[in-house]
């Protein structure tokens, strides 16, 4: 009879159950702090019952990892699609620059779950392949632009890619920090404006440098 309850519960689709799952999980995580977070809020938000959470994700520390997860592959998705529409380098730095910005809303919801990820990952080993995974990701995703624009000739011939995302990333993550813990200085604006100077000075092309003076 049970068995037969949860199969009513469920939508046409399991991926749907499971989808709408973990974004409600995400945004809790986000509101809340992960170890903030019951099956029951979840079952809660999503309106059905924690059996049928259960059904999905065994444990709640199952449900809780695969939402960071899911939140952290929705926002790649998101970039990527609208990098895409970008052809000019410069222009698709700018872009991801812009979008990696903590403003409030998903973003900033998104940028709660990174910091919560990094800390598990601190402390629970089994975090850090898939953290490093998908910050790999984000790593790559710097050094294919720059790639770019110097083939594209708008960015410095002699730019490292490797070291330029190694450098551009960190000060990302640690603009980004100071502006959700509220660091006196640190604002929005001012971290954009830290990030667009590095690509200034670090990946301009000679024309570009001498255009500007």
Sequence with gaps: MGETAEMADRPRSDEDRRAAI??????LIAERGFHAVRIADIAKVCGTSTGTVHYYFPGKNDVLTAALKYCVEQAFNRQSVELKAIDNAHERLLKLIDMQVPRVGRVRDEWSIWLQYWAEAVVRPEFRPAHNEFYARWHDAVVRTVRRGVRQGVFRPDADPENV???LTALT???????LTGAPGMTITVMRELLVDFVSRELAAPESVTARG
Aim: proline share 0%; charged share 20%; glycine share 6%.
């Design 173 to 179: 993550d640690g603009a980004a920090i100071q502006v």
């Design 165 to 167: 995302a190694l450098r």
């Design 22 to 27: 973990l974004e409600a999980t995400w945004q």
